[in-house]
């Protein structure tokens, strides 16, 4: 028998008893819908983790002034006024593998326009800040080098402050008071919205850090320097060499601690991407087990319908069918279950997965690669359990077959 | 010259002039366990094609597991048989189920037809096994239907149709693959005797037209003898083997047993009460 016949004598048995087909194919239906869900959830989730990783900074490696630790408990910048702008420039001289590099100045300050004011950060900076962070400008345009050496009264507002004090006026050109300086915006960032932490990621502007040190906050050391090495597999070899230079530089003995300290923020969300993925192959490792629950259930039914067939099959034989066609013959009922079983499964997967994006707002990826497998595993599934079924029908003995009660 | 079914290339060759069935000393002896059951005792028997023979014999005597071995479903413990000349009692599984297909056909006591499927579909069964393309299977059921009168009805399943017309559908299936033999275990024993009288017209008419050899196994005598000749078993052994003398014709009996529809056979009922 050519494998078009094998096929078409398997779809009609199986439309002979339509309802038992259907509720044998549920069980494939169910487990490829749920590997599909998971997978899709997983995906989803993930490809929000690298979202937010890459709004976190281009291979950002973060300087912080002040120790790691006092008796285990960061103690951050206050009062460390060690670390200064020629470290900065000493750092960016003396390590090739940095792409760009910001000092950074912060405090909390009050913004007002006309008679609206707003509580908010002010960040001084150069202007590759921009280029660590990936900020970009939305409207007006970045400060530059030269508004940097003259500590110009210039500043990028972050969409929330933009929104606060304006409205729906237009920022650019406009004067602001920082405390008493007064301040000219040039330029507004784009939104990133929501950190994963929920923290509004656009409450704060950007100021030259000369005029943060000097007109602000009357000092002349950095809070922090931001950077970005050139590739992820640079960041580990960097960070030791800042240490060793920075060690150096601030005349630190081997016994005394680092007065400063590095993070990359990228390997927390990182970490939190490598537990994500692990968590969704537990999820369908989970629901691939429901698959092969379903094809046992295909076993189970195939075991009854070829004892329920017994005489068919000693027909079958007699009219000169051979074991292999027989095989064949039941191989290819499961198999066509399965696998029909494993498409349906993919829609309703598909449908699953568009439900769970739109009712719990989880983000949801449907991965294409994902169906293909999902109907190929289940047919294997179809022929694995179909096997041992196709292959009692195929020993049956003729005679007694026919003589079945 | 020899003729090159002779050379052996041929899986199935068939030798002109030897008789359709051959056997010589058929033994078959089942196992149960420590018991033997000796079902036949030494058969010997010949059959010449074209030949029409009805088996007859107690229950018990070996009349089925006869027709089980001379249809290659099973081996002989002892003893051979010869098919068209050609031996097959040691033959291969795989070359008796394609003897089955080629050479055999099967007519039940119980129809065995599958259920919810056509009548076309359950005639044309073995040419399934025989790698015949859909559109010939289709053809040459239509045609086999046919000629056990069964034009028109090709689209109905056996629950939609009479005992009568499902043997037929069974006779059909049979004589599909153009076997050499015809093998009935009882094939009226589900049937009344109209109906039976139906069954045999087809038998007598098969058996005169395409000269097809049909072993007939019943319990009636009146059915033995539409037969040609009549082998008698008795505990696995051939007891009587005789030719049927005043033999019946079913073409002849028929019109004298009245109508066949149901409506026919009520009015008689009524006439006779
Ligand atoms: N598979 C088997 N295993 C064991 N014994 C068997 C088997 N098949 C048949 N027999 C025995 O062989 C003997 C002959 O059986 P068989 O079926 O050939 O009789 P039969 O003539 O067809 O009878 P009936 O007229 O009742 O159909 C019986 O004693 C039966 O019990
Ligand atoms: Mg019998």
């Known amino acids: 028998m050519g494998l078009i016949s094998i096929l078409r004598v398997a779809v009609l048995a199986l439309a002979r008893n339509k309802m038992r087909s259907v509720l044998t194919m549920l069980g494939i239906i169910i487990g490829v819908a749920a590997v599909i869900c998971s997978v899709a959830v997983g995906a989803g989730a993930s490809s929000q983790i690298q979202q937010q990783i890459a709004n976190l900074g281009d291979n950002m490696i973060w300087v912080e002034a002040g120790g790691r630790s006092v008796n285990g408990v960061r103690t951050g910048s206050k009062g460390t006024k060690t670390l200064l702008l020629l470290d900065a420039k000493a750092i960016q001289q003396q390590i090739p593998a940095i792409t760009n590099i910001s000092p950074h100045v912060d405090t909390p300050t009050q913004v007002v326009y006309g008679n609206q004011n707003w509580y908010t950060t002010v960040r001084g900076v150069s202007p590759e800040y921009l280029a660590v962070r990936r900020w970009a400008v939305e409207r007006g345009s970045s400060f530059f080098q030269e508004d940097v050496d003259h500590a110009a009264s210039v500043c990028l507002l972050g969409h929330t402050v933009m929104e606060n004090l304006f409205g729906t006026e237009d920022p650019i050109g406009k004067t602001i008071r920082v405390r008493n300086l007064p301040c000219q915006v040039i330029g507004i960032l784009t939104a990133k919205g929501q950190s994963p932490s929920g923290q509004d990621q656009d409450d704060f502007f950007l100021m030259p850090f000369t005029t943060v040190q000097k007109k602000i906050k009357g000092i002349d050391w ?184 | 010259m020899q003729d090159p079914a002779h050379h052996g290339v041929v899986v199935e060759p068939s030798v002109p002039g030897s008789p359709a069935i051959e056997v010589r000393d058929l033994h078959k002896t089942y196992k149960l366990g420590e018991i033997q059951v000796h079902a036949l005792r030494g058969i010997s028997l010949a059959v010449e094609a074209g030949e029409f023979v009805a088996i007859m014999g107690m229950s018990g005597s070996g009349k089925s597991t006869f027709m089980n071995l001379i249809g290659c479903l099973d081996r002989p413990t002892r003893g051979t048989y010869c098919l068209d000349g050609r031996d097959v009692s040691r033959v291969s599984k795989r070359d008796r189920s ?121 319990h009636e005598e009146d059915i033995a003898r539409y037969a040609h000749r009549m082998v008698t078993f008795r505990d696995g052994r051939v007891q009587r083997d005789t030719p049927v003398a005043d ?22 009922n009524h006439e006779g009460a």
């Open chain 1, 222 to 405: 950095l809070d922090d320097i931001m950077l970005s090495a050139a590739t992820p597999a640079a960041i580990r070899p960097i960070e030791r060499e800042i240490t060793a230079l920075l060690r150096e530089r601030h005349h630190l003995r081997a016994d005394e601690e680092d007065d400063f300290n590095l993070r990359h923020p990228a390997e927390i969300a990182q970490a939190g991407a490598e537990s994500q993925r692990i968590m969704t192959i537990l999820l369908a490792s989970i629901a691939s087990v429901s698959l092969i629950v379903g094809g046992i259930g295909i076993m189970n039914i195939m075991l009854v319908s070829v004892t329920e067939r017994t005489r068919e099959i000693g027909l079958r034989l007699a009219v000169g069918a051979g074991e292999m066609d027989v095989q064949m013959q039941f191989l290819g009922e499961a198999t066509v279950l399965s696998a029909l079983g494993g498409g349906v499964g993919v829609g309703v997967g598909i449908l699953a997965s568009n439900v769970i994006s739109s009712t719990l707002r989880w983000p949801v990826l449907v991965p294409w690669g994902a169906l293909v497998v999902a109907v190929i595993f289940s047919a294997i599934v179809g022929v694995f359990f179909g096997y041992y079924p196709a292959h009692k029908a195929a020993h049956l003995d003729p005679i007694d077959a026919l003589r079945y009660e």
């Open chain 2, 98 to 218: 394609r003897i089955r297909n080629q050479k055999i056909g099967f007519v039940f006591q119980g129809f065995n037809l599958l259920p919810r499927t056509s009548a076309l579909e359950n005639a044309e069964l073995p040419l399934l096994y025989a790698g015949v393309g859909r559109k010939q299977r289709i053809e040459r059921a239509s045609e086999v239907l046919r000629a056990v009168g069964l034009a028109g009805r090709e689209r109905h399943h056996p629950s939609q149709l009479s005992g009568g017309q499902q043997q037929r559908v069974a006779i059909a299936r049979a004589l599909i693959n153009n076997p050499s033999i015809l093998l009935a275990d009882e094939p009226t024993g589900n049937l009344d005797s109209r109906t039976s009288v139906e069954i045999m017209e087809i038998f007598q008419r098969l058996n005169q037209e395409r000269r097809l050899t049909i072993l007939l196994v019943t």
């Open chain 2, 247 to 268: 033999r019946s014709l079913a073409a002849r009996i028929l019109p004298t047993l009245g109508a066949a529809d149901v409506e026919a056979a009520e009015e008689e």
